[in-house]
């Protein structure tokens, strides 16, 4: 309990899936947080189950397209006006194609790079100036072990999640100065909407790690929460790999 007291997060795609994941935890650890999403009814939803749990205005819903800097601007005066500055910025939205290079059109390609990509800079850009403010901050960005290995599809998703784990090490080195960490989380099989797309059986092939299975949308939460602790004081640039033993073999 209290490990995020005092501390106002941001969560891209907060909705559901992993976003919501952490929005749970992160008020269970005493934060406030901002469930940002294109998703307003969802979004909503979690914020009002969030609260009547929590007793207290802790979660608060607020329209945000990851690939609109004017989204963006208005999701960071939301988080300084309602909760009175911004700490940790989780970014978490995402979106998946799993077409090769080949069958992929430039339309898909955008959507993808404009989402995955842009979006990851872009809540950089803002969310930075509002953590100086503050004396420091924490920014996680969810990237993928599509950001790390090859799989021969999702061509464009692939590219996305790969430029996520290098934004994040040059963003660790510029904002070392200003005490805020930037570190990348590479999520293997998660069992989220993201997924629905995969029949049962295929999703146990693709979670052929190690461990043998899909993961829990809380065991990718759980790192995220770490990194957005003061307990992650001295880790940044870092790329943390949540995959059941996936890229090890
Ligand atoms: N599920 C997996 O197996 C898996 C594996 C590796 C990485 N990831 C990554 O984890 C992150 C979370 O995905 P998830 O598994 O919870 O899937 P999900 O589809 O349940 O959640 C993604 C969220 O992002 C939101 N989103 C999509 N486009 C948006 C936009 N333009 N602006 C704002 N929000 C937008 C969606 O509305 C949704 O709430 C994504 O970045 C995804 O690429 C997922």
């Known amino acids: 309990m209290d490990r995020l007291k005092g501390k106002v997060a941001l969560i891209s795609g907060g909705a559901r899936g992993q976003g919501a994941a952490e ?17 307003d009814a969802e979004a909503r939803q979690l914020a009002e189950e969030v609260n009547k749990k929590a007793g207290t205005k802790a979660a ?25 500055g911004l700490d940790i910025l989780v ?11 080949s069958d992929t059109n ?31 901050g924490s920014i996680i ?5 599509y950001g790390l290995i090859g799989s021969g599809g999702s061509a464009a998703y692939h590219a996305s999640k790969g430029a996520v784990r290098l934004l994040t090490k040059t963003a660790a080195v510029e904002y070392a100065p200003d005490n805020i960490r930037v570190n990348s989380v ?24 190690p461990m043998k299975r899909a993961a829990r949308p809380e065991e990718v939460g759980y ?21 059941g033993g996936y890229t090890a073999v």
């Not at 390609?109 to 872009?122: E, P, R, S």
């Not at 960005?141 to 072990?145: E, T, V």
């Open 23 to 39: 929005t749970r935890l992160f008020v269970n650890e005493g934060a406030r947080v901002v469930v940002a999403d294109v998703l």
């Open 60 to 84: 608060l819903p607020v329209h945000l397209d990851v690939t609109r800097a004017g989204d963006w601007r208005a999701a960071v005066d939301a988080c300084e006006r309602e909760f009175g």
């Open 91 to 101: 970014n978490n939205a995402g979106i998946l194609n799993v077409k090769g290079v």
């Open 106 to 136: 430039e339309e898909e390609w955008d959507a993808i790079i404009n989402v995955n990509q842009k979006g990851v800079w872009l809540g950089t850009k803002f969310a930075a100036p509002a953590m100086k403010k503050r004396g420091g």
């Open 141 to 145: 960005n969810i990237s993928s072990i």
């Open 186 to 209: 590479h999520p293997g099989v998660i069992k989220t909407p993201m997924v629905d797309i995969f029949a049962e059986k295929n999703l146990k092939d693709r979670a052929l790690a």
């Open 223 to 243: 790192v995220v929460l770490f990194l957005a602790t003061d307990e992650a004081s001295f880790v940044t640039g870092a790329e943390y790999v949540v995959d």
